[in-house]
């Protein structure tokens, strides 16, 4: 404990010792002391978060109060779009902003389903809901970094041939102490992180080379406990398959915190991946360079699309041929024996006729020689 004088100054919470009761954290000139910590309680990381901000800030006023992000997770092509609608008609009532995580789509992005899937999200980004893609679900140290890269970007074209761009990438936390995670992210400006229970086998980089890079990190809230800090940008993550009144309890509990919610879109960002170069700055989107409306414009769809299912529509094919063949050939073979029939019927029947009048004229022959 710090000796308790007129310099020192009590920052919050309290420790128990016998039947004392001493501050939790205080500080005294530059000295901050922490009496007890633990990373298994997030009220305490939460405090360590703002006591470090507070005793790196070189000035007398408040350091800078960080907003967070209210992020609606694990958003795919095939969930319930009516009851994502009405999420969406629930967070635009109450006037909270969000974010749509969405997972990503490596092959049949041209599918009906998921143009209606993006439809959707169309709607909502001209709403100024902000999109995000989340990576795919990979060990990060068993796949190397250039076929990832390769597949982030396949993924980020899907959505964007549609008019989605997502202007972040969220990640697990411990892509940013490997080199095969950062090589993935290099493209994107804003970055969020999510807990993972992955444990990286290789040795884990010393110096946060993330910063270096230039990204900014919104980090995992801790708004199970009830931890709220300003210290830093976070990211509230709820499951896109949460029960709607489940989502009215915790966008009001949200509403009644001291919280600053922000929008996406408020922020400045970048993203580089793959043949697209993407650009959010005061409101203004810039794609390769251009401009381009976020203004909600519904799709056509075609009534006659032909599903693509591969090696099943390919052997469906070979049958639906083989099959067409094989009525040819039957209905060829059935007329040949048809007609085959026809003709021994009336041969049989001629040689019939024949033989019935050669025997009438061989008795005729023999009833004149008689007489």
């Not at 052997?315 to 085959?340: C, D, H, P, W």
């Amino acid at each position: 404990m710090l000796q308790e004088d007129d310099q020192s100054k009590a920052l919050g919470g309290q420790v128990y010792v016998n039947n004392d009761v001493y501050p939790l954290c205080q500080t005294s000139g530059n000295i901050t002391h922490f009496a007890y910590y633990t990373d298994e309680q997030p009220l305490l990381s939460a405090l360590l978060a703002s006591c470090l901000q507070l005793w790196q800030w070189p000035y007398k006023n408040a350091p800078t109060a960080y907003g967070q992000y209210l992020v609606i997770d694990n958003v795919f092509p095939f969930l319930d779009l009516e009851k994502m609608m009405e999420r969406t008609e629930i967070l635009e009532a109450e006037g909270v902003p969000y974010i749509l995580a969405v997972t990503p789509i490596f092959s049949n992005g041209e599918y009906p389903s998921m143009k209606r899937f993006c439809e959707y999200l169309r709607y909502v980004q001209s709403k100024g809901v902000g999109i995000i893609l989340r990576v795919p679900f990979v060990s990060i140290e068993q796949v190397e970094a250039e076929e990832l890269t390769r597949h982030i970007a396949l993924a980020y074209e899907a959505y964007a041939m549609y008019g989605v761009y997502p202007m972040a990438i969220e990640a697990p936390k411990t892509w940013l102490q490997c080199e095969n995670g950062l090589e993935a992210l290099r493209g994107f400006l804003t970055v969020f992180l999510f807990e993972t229970d992955e444990i990286l086998q290789g040795p884990a980089m010393t110096e946060n080379v993330a910063y270096r890079d230039g990204h900014q990190i919104i980090a995992p809230a801790w708004e199970q406990q009830q931890a709220f800090s300003s210290s830093y940008a976070q990211a509230i993550y709820y499951d896109a398959q949460m029960d709607v009144e489940d989502l009215r309890t915790q966008v009001q509990r949200i509403k009644a915190s001291k919280r600053v919610l922000k929008n996406l879109n408020e922020t400045e960002n970048r993203v580089y991946c793959g043949d697209y170069a993407v650009n959010n700055s005061d409101g203004l989107l810039q794609v390769n360079g251009e401009n381009v409306s976020l203004a909600y414009v519904p799709f056509e769809y075609d009534p006659n699309y032909t599903f693509d299912r591969g090696i099943s529509q390919y052997l469906k094919e070979q049958i639906e041929t083989s099959n067409r063949y094989l009525m040819i050939f039957v209905i060829g073979a059935s007329i040949i024996f048809l007609g085959m029939i026809i003709l021994f019927r009336r041969q049989i029947r001629r040689e019939l006729l024949l033989g019935r009048r050669s025997r009438r004229r061989k008795r005729k022959n023999e009833e004149v020689s008689r007489q």
